[in-house]
Structure formats: C-alpha cells, structure tokens
C-alpha cells in the first residue's frame, strides 16, 4: 500500500513528529511505500489566496501528486484552541481544492467526490484529558475531518486517535504510547 504521511506541527521533532517519524518507520518495515510532508518545511503562503504565487502553486501541485499517488493519508498533529493548527489548517485550504478534491455539478446542487477509495487515519495530542476534548470541544477537528474533509470529497475516515494529557507524559510514558500505536499497523 501506498501511504503519505502530513505531519501538522511546526516542531518536527514534537512529540507529533516522533509519532509519525516512527510510524513511518514501522510501514517502511513492513514493505509498504511510504511518503513524508512535514508542513512547515513547504515554504508554503498557507493564506488562501485565488492568485497564488508560482511558487505556491507548484508547491500544491506536488502535493496534490502525493495524495492521488496514496491509498491512505495519515495526519499528525496537535489539538490547539480546540482545533488544528493553523499550518495545517492553510494546508488543506491550499490542497484539496475544487477540480483536485472535488467538483460542483453545473446543473444541479450535487458535487463528485473526486478522492474516493482513498482513506485516513489521524493521530491528534493534547494536554487535556481526551475525554475532556469530546465533552467541551466535541471532537471538533475529527468532525470536521469527517464531514468536512473526507465525506466531502469521498475518503473514509478509518480512525482518529486522540492522545490527551500529554505534557504530563516523561519520554518513556511517551515511548509506551508511541509502541502501542506501532503495536496495530499491519
């Protein structure tokens, strides 16, 4: 299978960033295909813009690439003020854009799902209990992933994992998190 990895923390060696970059390692062990973007080395104008630059342009086009080329996206990132970061954030505005993502109908209402078969799998940290972020925020980034994103543009959600209280987490807590992740990648 085909894999691409979107780590949406600045910091590429976070915690976000060991999860993936282990991840990442434990595919690649398993004779998988796998491709990396950590967001913040793209150089990318994550302002949304209809008259993106040159460079913006050919920096979305690579990245459309990766993801027609992947069975399966896989995103990292923090929960911040109830959400994903920004990076991210301006990331997929820049991205799954109309005509790559999907396509509105000219006649009617409807719209084609132009990513369909494809699916995605999400690990989000935070400091906050994760049943705290269900009660108060409800999943308000897995929602919008759900809906906004995949059901949109016809990936499925596969999973969405939330790691809480992480700054109270010593390396080898985190470590055992890290491991039991690895422990259900086949």
């Not at 080395?41 to 990766?66: R, T």
């Not at 990292?76 to 920004?86: E, H, M, Q, R």
């Not at 308000?140 to 109270?168: E, H, N, P, Q």
Request: hydrophobic share 40%; charged share 25%.
């Amino acid at each position: 299978m085909n894999y691409y990895l979107i780590l949406g923390h600045p910091t590429k060696d976070s915690f976000n960033g060991q999860i993936c970059s282990a991840y990442e390692k434990k595919l690649i062990s398993l004779g998988h295909n796998v491709r990396r973007v950590n967001i913040i080395d793209l150089g990318m104008d994550l302002n949304l813009s209809l008259n993106p630059s040159e460079k913006n342009k050919k920096i979305i086009l690579k990245e459309q690439e990766n993801i027609t080329w992947a069975d399966e996206i896989i995103f990292f990132y923090p929960l911040w003020w109830g959400n994903v970061p920004a990076l991210l954030k301006g990331y997929i505005d820049n991205v799954f854009q109309p005509g790559f993502a999907y396509k509105y109908h000219k006649n009617d209402q409807g719209w084609d799902k132009l990513l369909k078969g494809k699916t995605v799998r999400i690990f989000s940290t935070c400091d906050a209990p994760a049943w705290f972020t269900t009660l108060v925020y409800h999943n308000s980034d897995f929602t919008t992933f759900k809906y906004a994103l995949c059901w949109f543009t016809g990936m499925k959600l596969k999973c969405a994992k939330r790691i809480g209280k992480v700054y109270l987490q010593n390396n080898d807590q985190r470590q055992q998190i890290i491991e039991n992740i690895l422990k259900k990648i086949k």
